[in-house]
């Protein structure tokens, strides 16, 4: 009974996390404290996914290398030590019923942390930006930076300076 309603349970906390996620986020038009359509946590840094492409003068590029870190967490092991436990038995026959009790022998694993372990973990991811004056024909715009791939960062870098560029960008903001 008990595994039934933990089952039942289980159910209608997935139901209702569903729900709640698919009526949450800045993609159903709601918008956040920004007042832009972007919800709370989600910064100005990043673009859409669909961004489109944009055009403008080369003013700069830049390439910023992936940077990781040393980091120490527990060493987790797992521990097992012999146990034991009564187990009940029951037989029917006819009208009487016969009870009986025996032990049984099993293995009591747990995972414990012993001493520390290395590991290396990534602060900054690898980055590939190129800098665009007179966006899409703005000449307000200028010094605009945007994230890149590292084909089309290489194409700006063998471009002359103040060379028109076209291209789609992964985000913006270096």
């Excluded at 995972?111 to 590939?128: D, F, L, N, Q, S």
């Excluded at 703005?138 to 010094?143: A, I, L, M, Q, T």
């Amino acid at each position: 009974m008990r595994n039934k309603q933990r089952l039942v349970r289980t159910g209608l906390v997935a139901l209702l996390t569903a729900c709640l996620g698919a009526c949450g986020g800045a993609g159903n038009g709601a918008t956040g404290p920004h007042g832009d359509g972007r919800g709370a946590g989600q910064s100005g840094q990043d673009t859409p996914p669909q961004q489109s492409a944009v055009s403008g003068l080369r003013a700069d590029v830049r390439h910023l290398t992936r940077l990781t870190t040393t980091g120490a967490r527990p060493h987790m092991v797992t521990t097992c030590t012999p146990a034991t436990r009564q187990v009940k038995h029951t037989k029917r026959s006819g009208r009487t019923k016969k009870t009986w009790y025996s032990t049984e022998h099993y293995q009591d694993c747990r995972k414990t942390a012993k001493g520390t372990e290395t590991y290396r973990r990534e602060v900054r991811p690898e980055r590939w930006c190129v800098k665009l004056d007179d966006v899409n024909g703005n000449p307000r715009k200028d010094g605009v930076w945007y994230r890149v791939t590292s084909a089309t960062y290489h194409q700006a870098l063998g471009a002359d300076a103040r060379a028109r560029l076209q291209f789609t960008p992964t985000g913006s903001g270096c």
